[in-house]
């Protein structure tokens, strides 16, 4: 809300992104003042997660850098950290699924906050001969973000070498000549191999949705969300009575997503987001 209200009172003089990227540092330096945060993500270093909680608790915080996506669901879980970031949907690849079972598999931890980040591939290499590249390193959801730069670059046809994430790609790129990747612009800096063509995503409008993970609830205020994993009975119409106990209190939902329940075969639990507070009457 405080940051909402400086973007309407901005005069020009800085873009909206700059505002909102200064005054979270405040923010930030002012929490870790009171008492400095640990703060777990799904690494390595350079990664689109990495870079959405810096953006939200600065460069002061203690960060933990984490193998996979449940990993930091039992850091948080085992009290090695206040805080944990994981992505949890892309608004081109869908929802993450490893997120949503954790979600119902550590309920004992709870969304904190959530980060909107725009996400921006580039194409980097230490070779700029593009005729020379014989492997392509990346993520698989960033490599099928940038479909249509590879068929107009004519890159399509090159073995394409999954990575455990884009930063890794941006390493493995690094070490090898006859080899580019696809990664963010900061994961290229950090292992230092030259941007080739940036922003080269399809959709210009490509974000990620980033949740914050704790054990701590947050205070009631204004415009909350809430998230909830339903089960509902394996009969016709279960859902539907669902949807409509939240249409009898004129509830918005903003996201729905099912998911199969592991232990049973062909049962399904319901991701949803709604608006309000878990107090709200």
Do not use: W
């Not at 001969?129 to 068929?151: A, M």
């Not at 990620?208 to 339903?230: E, Y």
């Amino acid at each position: 809300a405080i940051i909402n209200r400086l973007k309407n009172a901005n005069l020009g003089l800085l873009d909206q992104n700059a505002i909102e990227a200064i005054y979270q540092e405040i923010f930030a330096v002012s929490r870790n003042l009171e008492m400095p945060q640990t703060i777990a993500y799904l690494g390595p270093e350079g990664t689109y997660t990495h870079q959405a909680a810096r953006s939200r608790f600065g460069a002061m915080s203690r960060y933990i850098a984490l193998a996979n996506i449940e990993d930091v669901f039992k850091e948080l879980s085992n009290k090695e950290a206040k805080y944990g970031v994981v992505p949890i949907e892309n608004n081109t690849e869908g929802a993450v699924g490893i997120t949503l079972d954790c979600l119902g598999k550590y309920n004992e931890l709870k969304i904190f906050g959530e980060i909107y980040m725009d996400i921006h591939h580039s194409f980097v290499g230490i070779n700029e001969n593009l005729k020379e590249i014989k492997r392509i390193y990346s993520h698989p959801q960033g490599y099928n973000q940038c479909r249509k730069f590879l068929e107009s670059h004519e890159l399509s046809a090159i073995e394409f070498v999954p990575s455990k994430s884009t930063a890794n790609a941006a390493y493995l790129a690094s070490q090898d000549k006859y080899a580019a990747a696809i990664c963010s612009k900061i994961a290229a800096k950090l292992y230092n191999v030259p941007v080739l063509f940036d922003k080269i995503e399809d959709n210009a409008a490509n974000k990620t949705r980033f949740l914050i993970l704790s054990d701590i609830k947050n205070p009631k205020m204004p415009n909350c969300k809430t998230s909830i994993l339903a089960h509902t009975a394996h009969k016709p119409g279960g859902l539907s009575f669902l949807l409509e106990q939240f249409k009898k209190e004129n509830i918005n939902l903003t996201k729905l997503e099912s998911r199969p329940v592991k232990s049973k075969e062909f049962l399904h639990s319901f991701y949803i987001d709604f608006e309000g507070h878990i107090d709200d009457e």
